[in-house]
């Protein structure tokens, strides 16, 4: 890993854990030594990052001169902690891990003021129970998805008949209590919604569907309206 990289690594480290970050934990984190934790913290302070701290202490980052400041109304700020919240409550482990990234990185931009409010914030989001976890890798299925690339992998249905789909994945939804794929299906020639848990074995092919994820996404949410009645 280079310089550069470590040192932003390590700013990203000190956003997201919890105040202050002991030298250890920080080396433990990063596979470097307490040596270099100190040096790269000298180096970012005289970058203009403000991280209050010292050795034995623990560290704390007060203000981020990479990233300058926002604002938000509080109404929006109370929107931004829920929704993050929300994502971090129901999200596969990689988007529930990528939320609490985000609120660290909000959190380090807002003036000490919001900064405080978006810590303290009213609004919430609590699962008592967790969506089951997605059988296969969600980060593949979401880039395949963005990518417009066709994909196959195999299907348990609710009576547990097994089939191997070829689909064009649309979108992700989280419905009811999982989260399930909206995709073309290819053995159906029609549209369907695949629960991510029921799936095994994702294959992403060198087939491409583009341009047309946002018309056929539009035709599926149409059908599932209609099929709702709503």
Request: with cysteine; aromatic share 6%.
């Amino acid at each position: 890993m280079s310089r550069t990289a470590r040192l932003f690594q390590l700013m990203q480290t000190l956003r997201s854990m919890p105040p202050p970050a002991t030298a250890e934990t920080l080396a433990r984190e990063m596979d470097v030594s307490e040596r270099t934790i100190y040096r790269d913290i000298d180096t970012l302070r005289s970058l203009g990052a403000v991280i209050d701290g010292a050795a034995g202490f623990g560290f704390t980052v007060i203000e981020d001169a990479t990233l300058p400041p926002l604002g938000f109304a509080a109404d929006e700020i109370e929107a931004l902690v829920l929704g993050l919240r929300e994502v971090m409550a129901v999200g596969d482990p990689a988007l529930a891990d990528a939320a609490q990234s985000a609120l660290s990185k909000l959190r380090a931009r807002l003036p000490p003021s919001q900064s405080h409010r978006l810590e303290h914030a009213v609004l919430s989001a609590k699962r008592f129970e967790r969506p089951p976890p997605p059988g296969i890798d969600a980060q593949t299925l979401r880039r395949a998805t963005w990518e417009e690339r066709t994909i196959r992998f195999d299907y348990c249905d609710f009576h547990e008949t097994r089939t191997q789909r070829s689909v064009d994945p649309l979108s992700i939804v989280y419905l009811q209590s999982s989260h399930c794929l909206l995709a073309w299906c290819h053995l159906r020639a029609d549209f369907r919604a695949f629960r991510l848990d029921r799936m095994r074995n994702l294959e992403v092919t060198d087939a491409s569907f583009r341009p047309n994820r946002i018309a056929l996404l539009r035709d599926a949410i149409r059908k599932l309206r209609a099929e709702s009645g709503s």
